[in-house]
Each structure stands twice: as C-alpha cells, then as structure tokens.
C-alpha cells in the first residue's frame, strides 16, 4: 500500500509542484483579500429575516458577481483541505454570489461553531463593529 503512494507521488512530481504553487498562493491571496472583503460586510447584513429582492440572473453585472464568487467558493472549499482560510472563503464567495436561497445559506453557515468568532475577530483588528446574528 504505502509502495503504490510513493509510487503515484513519484509519477506525478510534476501535478504536485503545481498543486504546491497553487496553494501557496491561494493561501497568500486569503491573507490579503479576506480580512479587506469581510470587513465591507455590514454589521447589520444578517440581522433582518429574510432578504427578498428581484433575481434576474442573466444581467452583466450578476453574471460577473456569480463567476467571482464561484471562484472564491471553489477556492475555499480547496483550502479546507490547503493552506488558507477556507470556512472564510466559503463564506465570502457565497456573499459575492447572487442566486435565491443565498441568504438561508450564509445565515446557516455565519452560525456555525467558531466561523461567528473568527469574523468578529477580523472585523475588530479592522476596525470594524462585529456582526450581528
């Protein structure tokens, strides 16, 4: 068992240097980008029900919202097994994101074990106020 790992690690040196330069640099870009984009988050967002606005997916603007948050989910679900700050990354693509349920699904997540405490913790070296659930 342990041969056919370092035998597959030893065919795929090359998959796991690029593997290796992705995830430094998503770990770099999380340090940076995270902190600057939770704290744009208002302290009020979660503190209404339910968010209910009109939803037209095919307008630029929330095609261009959708991929990027897209990118930054596929990220953070990458650097929960990665260097990075990944429940965060998670967090934040989804709030990038506009689809129905968006709301729901941030609110559940905001509310897990430790993710509530780690923002307000961010917020605060920010400046910022804490957010409220």
Request: overall charge positive; proline content about 6%; hydrophobic content about 50%.
């Amino acid at each position: 068992m342990l041969n056919n790992i370092t035998d597959w690690l030893a065919q795929h040196h090359t998959l796991l240097y690029w593997f290796g330069i992705t995830s430094f640099f998503m770990f770099v870009l999380s340090l940076l980008l995270l902190p600057w984009l939770l704290n744009k988050i208002p302290a009020d967002y979660f503190m209404h029900k339910e968010e209910k606005h009109k939803f037209n997916p095919f307008s630029p603007i929330n095609i261009i919202r959708n991929l990027l948050g897209l990118c930054i989910l596929i990220c953070g679900v990458f650097m929960l097994i990665l260097p990075g700050q990944g429940i965060l990354g998670i967090l934040l693509g989804l709030t990038l994101m506009n689809f129905p349920g968006k709301y729901s699904i941030e609110r559940w997540v905001v509310t897990r074990k430790g993710v509530l405490e780690s923002i307000n913790w961010i917020r605060k070296k920010g400046g910022q106020p804490p957010l409220q659930v």
